[in-house]
């Protein structure tokens, strides 16, 4: 069989899902209404509601379970409320404690920093906040693992609430200058996700 494999820059207010069996979430937007998705494709791994950024899709199932493991890594961006620390990014680098279905959860080491510059980003459909509600910062964590709703809870536990977040990348594949709800089809992604090492910059 010839699987199919798409990236996604998923906007902010779709839920990663391409089908709703939900009556509570009936009135949601899908990631299925972007783009004419082929019979079997799913989801590789899921961006919250809120979230956007980079989103593989495929209809290889070992392949999707293989990219979610811990061998993959998952950039993101996230800009917090307030000036981040120095001391808040080396303990996100250490492991912070957070809560994973409803239990104390000590994350794994990951590489957190901060850059250089502000990344751009394409505009939200809707704004972050005023910004006379004071200032706010950008952090640019790489994980191996993907809790539910992992680096939204790791940089509230260091006392700077995640206000936007954007995964940049998955492996070697990154969002590069995609906008929100655009999809390109991809050939052999295990080649492109396990392919030569990103540049410095991710976006």
Same mark, same amino acid.
């Given at each position: 069989?010839?699987?199919?494999?798409?990236?996604?820059?998923?906007?902010?207010?779709?839920?990663?899902?391409? #089908?709703?069996?939900?009556?509570?979430?009936?009135?949601?937007?899908?990631?299925?209404?972007?783009?004419?998705?082929?019979?079997?494709?799913?989801?590789?791994?899921?961006?919250?509601?809120?979230?956007?950024?980079?989103?593989?899709?495929?209809?290889?199932?070992?392949?999707?379970?293989? #990219?979610?493991?811990?061998? #993959?890594?998952?950039?993101?961006? +996230?800009?917090?409320?307030?000036?981040?620390?120095?001391?808040?990014?080396?303990?996100?680098?250490?492991?912070?404690? #957070?809560?994973?279905?409803?239990?104390?959860?000590?994350?794994?080491?990951?590489? +957190?920093?901060?850059?250089?510059?502000?990344?751009?980003?394409?505009?939200?459909?809707?704004?972050?906040?005023?910004?006379?509600?004071?200032?706010?910062?950008?952090?640019?964590?790489?994980?191996?693992?993907?809790?539910?709703?992992?680096?939204?809870?790791?940089? +509230? +536990?260091?006392?700077?609430?995640?206000?936007?977040?954007?995964?940049?990348?998955?492996?070697?594949?990154?969002?590069?200058?995609?906008?929100?709800?655009?999809?390109?089809?991809?050939?052999?992604?295990?080649?492109?996700?396990?392919?030569?090492?990103?540049?410095?910059?991710?976006?």
């Amino acid at each position: 069989m010839d699987h199919q494999h798409f990236k996604l820059y998923k906007p902010d207010g779709y839920l990663s899902q391409l #089908i709703n069996n939900s009556r509570k979430r009936k009135n949601k937007k899908l990631v299925s209404s972007l783009y004419d998705f082929p019979m079997g494709a799913m989801c590789v791994g899921r961006l919250d509601e809120a979230s956007e950024g980079l989103l593989l899709l495929t209809t290889d199932g070992m392949l999707s379970h293989y #990219i979610n493991s811990s061998e #993959i890594e998952k950039e993101y961006y +996230a800009q917090v409320d307030g000036v981040i620390s120095s001391e808040a990014v080396a303990q996100l680098s250490k492991g912070v404690e #957070i809560t994973h279905e409803g239990a104390p959860y000590v994350t794994k080491p990951c590489h +957190a920093v901060l850059p250089e510059t502000s990344p751009r980003f394409p505009p939200r459909s809707r704004r972050v906040r005023d910004e006379r509600h004071g200032p706010t910062s950008w952090i640019c964590i790489t994980l191996t693992e993907g809790k539910f709703r992992q680096v939204r809870k790791m940089t +509230a +536990a260091v006392g700077f609430p995640t206000l936007r977040l954007v995964r940049t990348r998955i492996g070697r594949i990154k969002t590069e200058q995609m906008l929100p709800g655009e999809v390109t089809p991809l050939k052999d992604l295990r080649r492109l996700i396990e392919a030569i090492p990103p540049s410095s910059s991710s976006l």
